[in-house]
T-cell receptor, first 112, second 113 residues
């Protein structure tokens, strides 16, 4: 039972580069979300999706795009990376929006 | 937006001691959740609280949902080295037609053997 799988685990980008952080879950969860974790800031919601084809912005959406073409996958795209996006990114999924969230292991991103 | 004040920010305790941490807010929440994050891992749910006044235990962990719905605490009894990690509270509420989960900034726990 894989749960929530994030790839890659580590990534270094140059300013202006683009990349996609992958997130997949095998629990048939409707709700998926992306958070970033910065020192002393806790977890802040970037984008979320309540089901395939539906996405919405969270607290800190600027600089990030998402799509949800399937129930299983919820990729996070950085179109033009900036040093301020250096962070640890967590993907989470839950059966519904108000049920327990299961987190992936995180992607540690450094933008230089 | 809603904010949670989690305290303390960090704790250094001796193995075997009890631990207490709490979260407060000026906002009312429908659900309180407590997560633990081990180094290099994602947060894992420890306890979920759904009703004001609810007191729930999970092994050596006990958490309570404050009767005002604006606060919650987590106690860990007889701490052991594997309790080391960052503990997050999270409050959930329904806003603008969707559920919003707000996290505290975390309490970093260090246990001295």
């Amino acid at each position: 039972n894989a749960g929530v799988t994030q790839t890659p685990k580590f990534q270094v980008l140059k300013t202006g580069q683009s990349m996609t952080l992958q997130c997949a879950q095998d629990m048939n969860h409707e709700y998926m979300s992306w958070y970033r974790q910065d020192p002393g800031m806790g977890l802040r919601l970037i984008h979320y999706s309540v089901g395939a084809g539906i996405t919405d912005q969270g607290e800190v959406p600027n600089g990030y795009n998402v799509s949800r073409s399937t129930t299983e996958d919820f990729p996070l795209r950085l179109l033009s990376a900036a040093p301020s996006q250096t962070s640890v990114y967590f993907c989470a999924s839950s059966l519904m929006q108000n049920t327990e969230a299961f987190f992936g292991q995180g992607t540690r991103l450094t933008v230089v | 937006g809603q904010q949670l004040n989690q305290s303390p920010q960090s704790m250094f305790i001796q193995e075997g001691e009890d631990v207490s941490m709490n979260c407060t807010s000026s906002s009312i929440f429908n659900t309180w959740l407590w997560y633990k994050q081990d180094p290099g891992e994602g947060p894992v749910l420890l306890i979920a609280l759904y009703k004001a006044g609810e007191l729930t235990s999970n092994g050596r962990l006990t958490a309570q949902f404050g009767i005002t719905r604006k606060d919650s605490f987590l106690n860990i009894s007889a701490s052991i080295p594997s309790d080391v990690g960052i503990y997050f509270c999270a409050g959930q509420t329904r806003w603008a037609g969707s559920y919003q989960l707000t996290f505290g900034k975390g309490t970093k726990l260090s246990v001295i053997p």
